[in-house]
């Protein structure tokens, strides 16, 4: 209950002019980090990551005022930030005439390169599994596996059933088992 | 499906660390990250606000653009279609179509035989009319006849070839001065003094 009230007050903050930019701070502050790995799951290297989350928290700014407050604001800023970071891998999949399953595992290949990845061999593997799945399986199972949203908040988010959510992550688990089995 | 049941249908998975993903920061990232976006915010509103007050357009222009560009496509159409009817590189190539033409030789048209098929019988019937006419003229012409302004016309008109010396053969009273009768007196000066004569009283006195 405190959340919503804290969560009415911050969006009436954040439409004020006065008092607007020390409302969008404190909204920063408290989302950045589970934004941040929100995208980063998707676009896995730090400095796109850095670039789509400022896209992210900047199109919030501008578009406050069209936020209806029928959702919660963090899921309508994960909705955001999800449709700018598959914005943008598509974007990049387009430059490099590739799709996105081609992206998707040379991106896992220029992890060994990348200086702000220290993963191990099995790290990367349940990587290239996770990206073996269909983009929506993709986004499923990190917003439960990892960040362990509640279905109804994913649903918010992804505009799709609790029930095909439930299925979608089962079929996503199961999947990623028998990938890391196959190795 | 909650987290703590995974090993059940994905043993392999759960065996793997949630904490040790291998993604990592750079260090204090997240501590400028709000000014850094704060930053950019207002570089971007500063941007948009300049681009839009610097560059302006006139009253009404996008309510009006429609209708211009629908009448410049209209205009382009009836040109194109203007086009089609003329054929191509015409006026690329009138000036030496003109030039050739005036160069090549007008075509010879033989008049005679369209002469003598329509301008004989008409010549031949003038003369015949020609010589009727003159042959009912016959009445003589005297100098008593012609009117004195009628010679005066043929003098002034130099069809008479007179000198002082045909006056004075002709005229035998009237005293000519040495100056008159000189040879130099030339036949302007002489038809001069007979035009201040009165021609009409010098016949008539005769």
Redesign the interface.
């Known amino acids: 209950m405190k959340r919503v009230k804290d969560e009415e007050l911050l969006v009436a903050q954040l439409k004020n002019p006065d008092t607007q930019e020390q409302a969008f701070r404190d909204l920063m502050s408290l989302y950045k980090e589970r934004l941040y790995w929100h995208i980063r799951k998707i676009v896995l290297s730090h400095d796109d990551t850095d670039d789509v989350l400022q896209n992210t928290f900047i199109k919030v700014f501008k578009n406050i005022h069209s936020f209806k407050e029928n959702s919660k604001l963090y899921s309508w800023m994960y909705r955001i930030a999800t449709n700018e970071a598959i914005t943008f891998i598509n974007k990049k999949a387009a430059k490099q005439h590739i799709d996105i399953s081609e992206l998707q595992y040379k991106m896992t290949e220029d992890l060994q390169e990348d200086p702000n990845y220290s993963g191990d061999e099995i790290q990367q593997l349940l990587q290239k599994a996770i990206f073996s799945l269909p983009q929506k399986q993709q986004l499923v199972f990190n917003m439960k596996y990892y960040d362990e949203m509640k279905y109804n908040d994913i649903s918010e988010v992804l505009g799709t059933s609790v029930g095909a959510l439930k299925a979608s992550y089962f079929h996503a688990v199961k999947k990623i088992e028998e990938f890391l089995k196959s190795y | 499906?909650k987290?703590k049941d995974?090993h059940k249908?994905?043993?392999?998975?759960s065996e793997?660390s949630?904490k040790?993903?291998?993604?990592?920061?750079?260090e204090n990232?997240?501590e400028s990250?709000?000014d850094?976006?704060?930053a950019?915010?207002k570089a971007?509103t500063l941007l948009e606000k300049g681009t839009k007050e610097t560059f302006k357009t006139p009253e009404n222009y996008f309510d009006s653009i429609e209708e211009i560009v629908i009448s410049k496509l209209k205009a382009e159409v009836i040109q194109n279609n203007t086009e089609t009817t003329i054929p191509r590189d015409y006026f690329d190539t009138l000036e030496d179509q003109v030039l050739s033409k005036i160069k090549t030789t007008p075509k010879v048209i033989f008049l005679k035989s369209k002469f003598i098929k329509f301008l004989a019988p008409i010549a031949i019937a003038a003369s015949l009319l020609l010589v009727f006419v003159l042959n009912n003229n016959s009445t003589t012409v005297t100098f008593e006849s012609l009117a004195s302004s009628e010679i005066e016309t043929w003098i002034d008109n130099g069809n008479i070839d007179i000198d002082a010396l045909s006056i004075a053969s002709i005229y035998p009273e009237i005293e000519l001065n040495n100056e008159i009768y000189s040879a130099s007196l030339s036949d302007d000066e002489v038809f001069e003094y007979l035009n201040e004569e009165d021609l009409e009283d010098i016949i008539y006195e005769n």
């Not at chain 2, 249908?9 to 998975?13: C, G, R």
């Open positions: 499906m987290r995974i249908i994905a043993p392999k998975l793997i949630l040790k993903t291998g993604f990592e920061i750079p990232y997240f990250i709000e850094a976006i704060i950019e915010l971007k």
